[in-house]
């Protein structure tokens, strides 16, 4: 493994307990490989790399660096589950529309929830939600969770 970053900052939050502190972010590739002190990362980066050069070195001073994958606005298990083929996806046009997607949907998935994302009532004709009693009667021993955002 050879470390070609360092990532460097006085405020480095790892999750471990509830401050950032001063430390160092080693990265092999795109993968996070170690943090630690900066002592401690540029040593473990030294033996890593011996022979094959020093890895690049970032300084962030006094910026909030926090390992890992962020989205200023993400739902995790929504962007997870309906990208997922254990959901499905669409607007819809009608509560009748969306029992019949539903229906589909559930031919390829005969046990277990439903799920379904994307609709928008208030673009239907009539602009109703879906109703417990239709897909009740659509699904009567199955769980269905429908979630318009």
Same mark, same amino acid.
């Given at each position: ?16 307990? /509830? *401050?950032?502190?001063? %430390?160092?972010? &080693?990265? +092999? #590739?795109?993968?996070?490989?170690? $943090?630690?002190?900066?002592? /401690? *990362?540029?040593?473990? %980066?030294?033996? &890593?790399? +011996? #022979?094959?050069?020093?890895?690049? $070195?970032?300084?962030?001073? /006094? ?87």
């Amino acid at each position: 493994m050879r470390i070609d970053l360092i990532i460097e900052s006085r405020n480095v939050f790892t999750g471990v307990g /509830d *401050v950032a502190r001063p %430390a160092a972010i &080693a990265v +092999a #590739g795109d993968r996070i490989v170690a $943090v630690g002190s900066r002592e /401690d *990362v540029r040593a473990f %980066a030294l033996e &890593a790399n +011996a #022979g094959g050069g020093a890895p690049e $070195v970032r300084d962030f001073g /006094d910026a909030l660096v926090v390992p890992g994958f962020h989205d200023s606005h993400l739902h995790f298990f929504h962007s997870a589950a309906y990208s997922s083929p254990l959901a499905t996806m669409f607007l819809g046009e009608s509560e009748a529309d969306c029992v019949a997607r539903m229906q589909a949907f559930a031919k390829d998935r005969p046990n277990g929830w439903l799920l379904a994302q994307g609709w928008r009532e208030y673009r239907w004709n009539p602009p109703v939600l879906p109703s417990k009693r239709s897909l009740d009667e659509a699904f009567p021993a199955r769980p269905v969770a429908l979630y318009s955002g």
